[in-house]
């Protein structure tokens, strides 16, 4: 019943912790423009415009994408907002893939943002609570913890996290756009690396980031008319569950089974690890990598750590993951879920460059959000589906 | 170029009122009195304490009568936090934990004192160190932080399927 | 295209203020929706809300909301930073996809967590607008200002609004500000931001508002007569306050017209206006004639629950389809200062 959809125009801004040449304007319009033009259109020719970001306290607008009308050539087209937490970057692109497969729409712009420097983002993060203890330090307080009981059940070695934490900086350096280009990275340098909150080191700890990502989707008629690389959207998955509940399974949680096992569904893909060819998964703690390996089923459960320690997830390896570099190298909240999903979009369109992986014909895009409680995913390929 | 503004600074300043709501309330005067009141879920039975937002997030459901539970509870899962950052009052480094209070269904929030960071582990037996009691408010910060009771640590079983 | 329609809804009664937080203000609606639907949460194929975060005074306020949707087994749940309409409008693509068959759609925001009029001004431009912080009332009179300098409204045309919506909200249990004035009494009123007086303005509350949507001969198995979204479309005009007309709404005029409001008569019309002179803008850009009924509710002008109020809309609307006192309506919802942003929904009974 639905539509197809493939993305024609990828484009992002160059990432940093400081985006102080261009105002919030100038950097959402730095990666539209770049997708405008990779997918060989002015902004005329675009319907319409979904716009993902994180909470509005990182930036201090209210709602920006009312503000931004005029920046994006947006007057009489239907404007849409998506927040949903850390996620937002990936169910922005799934909603945006929607205005399309609905059959409403035939060319959509859209865009993940964050200019976090702008205002403080620790306190934007975890703004005090009243009648509640504060002791969470950000995040990493609040994952750490997970992570150490994921170590603990799996029987993993402590250098597992460092390992990743090598391989996706590594692979930033083959990245023009990621924010952090760090080539010296050995794993003997990372397990000397500070404890932020203990077990997690601050080498296996995400950057703040200034950044954004554009996507141009389109229906098959305009997709087929475009004579530029393209990638198919296979299928798309989301999953809610709450914060906390007694009993919380928080290492895999069920949410994170159930949309990956949604999404292998539709995308017809019986053997995740053989089928698809690239992988960008949504990894600001390092350690997240082995987890989510097993959560969405290309590893078995308690062997994650074994595929990192194998090699398995290098660029070379059987399923390279976060060639990008990930978030683990660029973290611009509300533009990291669509990075991952632009990035996987990017593999099959060969345009990846120094990063790119051979001979990619479908890949896989992932997000996630709160208190690991709000996943989107999604498989493009170079076929149609 | 010198004379361009690239810059400018902005403050923003909003007051804003926060509600515990109705069914929070016996939990934070249980805390004006030492003592950690919960509620239990009418539909699943389990008993959260504190509870959260006066819900039971997997039922959907408004909890429903009061439950007090133990003063002392076991660690199931924490972290040694070493990173500073605006807004914490607390001297690093210093243990984060989740405690799994006696009688009560799912773990809480709170400090970890008194013992060395890298002794603490999962499984680990603590109590409450209470402010003065004039110092009390309406508020969990009542409790400076959880120490060691120097009981031998919980069985792993007993609190695996609170991780 | 699916037909999709509105089968049930429940709005929670409007408050001026509260001390229940967000999510228990949610539950009693959630359940309520659900029971007027004679539905069960496992029927909902999709739930998607819409909340806004600096209203609330919280980073991620919306990730409490889900709490109250008993989100467990794991549920398809989004969130828009916007009224719940647009939820609405992403529930309804989504049934496009052919994905899922019904949603439960809510928006929901306490007004009075914090000074409403001074939290709508930090969306305006954060470099040259906001920072002399022209509050939403301030906004809305200057605009209210150029239409009666114009010749576009009149006072007295703006004291009938303010009379109409106040009488129809005496029978609506849900408002929050009604009565029976004069127009006399109305326009000697005191101005509390001219050429506004506190009658002309939105009675800002705390809310929810909850709909159901199903597509197809689901719908009809759910509703004796559902509510068939005929057209709906959104459109978005420039912010920029001196570059922008004052006394029309073209992305209103175009969004209805997408929508296929002309397509024949529209015996009811819920606008989300907040402010007098701005529902007569939108019933002149709507196109609406002197046969529609506007805002049998009161409207948002009567109770104005920031983040529900468009999608309450939705809801009345429907609610009058459904009970057969209309054969075709129009569900409006709007965003950002002077209306920049116009969601119109036609709703026809079969």
């Known amino acids: ?385 | 170029m010198s004379d361009d503004v690239l810059r400018i600074r902005t403050p923003i300043s909003i007051k804003y009122q926060y509600s515990a709501g109705p069914r929070v309330s016996s939990h934070l005067l249980g805390l004006m009195d030492g003592r950690f009141v919960g509620k239990r879920c009418p539909v699943c039975e389990l008993v959260y304490m504190p509870p959260r937002n006066g819900t039971c997030a997997k039922c959907g459901a408004l909890l429903g009568e009061d439950v007090e539970v133990g003063q002392r509870g076991t660690i199931t899962t924490f972290c040694v936090v070493n990173v500073p950052f605006l807004g914490q009052t607390i001297k690093i480094p210093y243990v984060s934990a989740t405690i799994l209070l006696d009688g009560a269904d799912m773990g809480m929030q709170h400090l970890i004192q008194e013992v060395d960071a890298a002794d603490v582990r999962m499984g680990m037996r603590v109590e409450p160190v209470w402010r003065p009691r004039e110092e009390w408010q309406p508020s969990l910060e009542n409790v400076l932080h959880f120490r060691p009771t120097g009981e031998p640590d919980a069985p792993f079983e007993s609190y695996a399927g609170h991780l | 295209m699916r037909e999709v329609a509105i089968i049930a809804s429940a709005q929670a009664d409007n408050t001026a203020t509260t001390t229940s937080t967000p999510v228990e203000m949610l539950i009693p609606v959630i359940q309520q929706v659900l029971a007027n639907a004679s539905m069960t949460k496992t029927d909902i194929g999709f739930w998607c809300h819409g909340s806004c975060d600096y209203m609330t005074g919280q980073p991620f306020s919306f990730v409490s909301a889900v709490d109250a949707l008993g989100a467990w087994p794991p549920i398809i749940e989004s969130h828009v930073e916007a009224d719940g309409a647009f939820a609405l409008y992403e529930a309804w693509l989504k049934i496009q996809t052919g994905e899922i068959d019904t949603a439960l759609v809510f928006g929901n925001g306490r007004s009075s967590s914090g000074d409403i009029n001074r939290i709508l001004t930090l969306q305006l431009d954060p470099y040259v607008v906001g920072p002399l912080w022209p509050d939403d009332r301030s906004i809305a009179a200057m605009q209210a200002r150029a239409c009666l300098e114009s010749g576009v409204v009149t006072e007295r045309a703006m004291a009938e609004v303010a009379q109409r919506n106040h009488r129809n909200a005496l029978t609506n249990p849900k408002a929050l500000r009604r009565g029976d004035h004069s127009i006399e009494a109305l326009m000697a009123a005191q101005l509390v931001a001219d050429p506004l007086r506190e009658l002309d303005c939105p009675a800002h509350a705390d809310g929810v508002t909850a709909v159901i949507i199903a597509a197809g001969d689901r719908a009809r198995g759910l509703a004796a007569r559902p509510a068939w979204i005929r057209g709906i479309d959104h459109r978005i005009e420039s912010q920029n306050l001196g570059n922008r007309s004052m006394t029309t709404l073209p992305s209103a005029a175009l969004a209805a017209h997408k929508a296929g409001v002309a397509n024949d008569k529209i015996d009811v019309a819920e606008l989300h206006a907040p402010y007098t002179h701005q529902e007569l803008l939108l019933t002149s850009a709507l196109g609406l004639s002197e046969a529609t009924t506007i805002n049998p509710s009161g409207g948002a002008l009567c109770a104005n629950p920031m983040m529900s109020a468009g999608l309450a809309r939705f809801a009345e609307a429907a609610t009058r389809i459904m009970n057969g006192t209309a054969d075709r309506a129009l569900g409006h919802a709007s965003s950002g200062p002077w209306m920049q942003q116009n969601l119109v929904c036609v709703l026809e009974g079969e």
């Open chain 1, 1 to 385: 019943m639905a539509e197809r959809c493939a993305v024609i125009g990828v484009g992002q801004t160059q990432h940093t912790s400081c985006r102080a040449d261009v105002s919030i304007a100038g950097l959402v319009r730095e990666a539209v423009d770049r997708a405008l033009e990779s997918a060989q259109l002015t902004m005329a020719d675009i319907d319409a415009i979904v716009i993902g970001k994180a909470p509005d306290m990182l930036e201090g607008v209210m709602m920006p994408e009312l503000w931004l009308v005029d920046s994006l050539a947006a007057a009489g087209k239907p404007v849409f907002r998506v927040h949903t937490a850390g996620s937002v970057g990936g169910s922005t692109a799934i909603v945006a893939a929607q205005h399309v497969m609905s059959g409403v729409h035939k060319r959509v712009l859209t865009v993940g943002f964050e200019k976090q420097s702008d205002g403080n983002a620790m306190w934007a993060l975890s703004v005090p609570m009243p009648f509640g203890m504060p002791v969470h330090a950000g995040a990493g307080g609040y994952f750490s913890p997970i992570i150490r009981s994921y170590i603990k059940r799996s029987g993993a070695p402590s250098h597992i996290g460092c390992m990743v934490a090598v391989k996706d900086r590594t692979n930033a350096c083959r990245n023009p756009y990621a924010h952090l280009h760090e080539p010296d990275w050995t794993l003997e340098k990372a397990m000397a690396s500070p404890m932020l909150w203990d077990p997690v080191r601050m080498v296996e700890t995400c950057p703040s980031s200034d950044g954004a990502m554009a996507l141009v989707l389109a229906s098959e008629d305009v997709a087929d008319a475009h004579d530029g690389p393209k990638a198919w959207v296979h299928a798309t998955a989301m999953r809610s569950e709450p914060t906390a509940f007694a009993g919380r399974n928080q290492v895999s949680p069920r949410a994170s089974e159930d949309c990956a096992n949604d999404l292998w569904r539709k995308a017809g893909i019986t053997s995740p690890i053989d089928e698809i060819d690239a992988v960008e998964m949504y990894v600001p703690f390092a350690w997240f990598e082995p987890m989510w390996l097993e959560s969405l089923g290309f590893a078995p459960k308690d062997h994650g750590w074994r595929f990192v320690e194998d090699g398995v997830t290098e660029m070379t390896g059987r399923l390279p993951v976060n060639c990008s570099g990930g978030v683990l190298s660029t973290n611009p909240i509300g533009a990291s879920g669509m990075l991952r999903f632009g990035e996987a979009a990017m593999q099959v369109m060969g345009i990846a460059g120094d990063h790119q992986v051979d001979s990619v014909r479908k890949a896989f895009g992932h997000a996630y959000g709160g208190g690991s409680q709000f996943f989107a995913m999604w498989v493009v390929g170079k076929d149609k589906p």
